[in-house]
């Protein structure tokens, strides 16, 4: 369930638990074993001068689990329902549980862009048509940086703006099995097991069924 529970709206949860138990009626669903991680997340809110609020943690916990098996992940809700406060808890607990020695955690380094701030060309490179002389837009510079960095730190590349048709095709095979980002003028760049592609949307409407 710790999968599938963050995919759910509020009003889909309910009837997800009543499934399993109905399922698997003699089974207890053992805790989420994130003490810790619930502990800093809640020390890193108060850091920042924020209420601890039940939800957010939950929420934490939620982004964190679908991380460790997913290398892109999308945070949908509207403008201040907490997405951008989840995802740098969870980025301030890593911090934490690392300062503390704890094994197994690694601070988190996090670019930031908006894709509908700038052109396709701008986001993933273009040929100059005068010259034939290839440049690297904002995305293939940023991911050419990162995938280039042999170091155990976290790497989150957060897209923070509406999803299209138009720019988010092209991330396809960067959030599928072959984790690569292919550009028009051949080159390939894979992605390590350290980069996580975040995405912070409002709503997925003109995202396609491939996406």
């Not at 001068?49 to 892109?72: A, E, S």
């Not at 301030?92 to 094994?103: F, N, P």
Request: charged fraction near 25%; include cysteine.
């Amino acid at each position: 369930s710790d999968m599938n529970l963050p995919k759910f709206v509020k009003e889909d949860v309910p009837l997800f638990l009543g499934m399993l138990q109905d399922l698997f009626p003699e089974v207890e669903p053992d805790e989420a074993g994130l003490d810790e991680l619930s502990d800093e997340s809640s020390a890193a809110l108060l850091e920042k001068g924020l209420q601890v609020v039940p939800h957010i943690l939950t929420k934490v916990l939620h982004l964190y689990d679908t991380m460790n098996t997913r290398h892109g992940v999308m945070t949908v809700g509207e403008t201040g329902s907490g997405k951008s406060v989840v995802w740098q808890t969870l980025a301030a607990a890593h911090k934490r549980l690392k300062d503390l020695g704890r094994e197994g955690w690694e601070p988190v380094k996090i670019q930031i862009l908006n894709p509908k701030s700038v052109t396709m060309d701008e986001l993933y490179g273009s040929y100059n048509l005068a010259s034939r002389e290839w440049k690297d837009g904002i995305v293939s510079s940023i991911m050419k940086q990162i995938c280039s960095q042999d170091t155990p730190e976290k790497k989150w590349m957060l897209f923070d703006g509406p999803v299209d048709t138009k720019w988010i095709e092209s991330m396809n095979t960067v959030l599928d099995d072959n984790k690569m980002l292919t550009l028009i003028n051949g080159d390939r760049i894979s992605l390590t097991p350290q980069i996580t592609i975040l995405f912070e949307v409002a709503d997925l409407s003109q995202a396609s069924p491939a996406t």
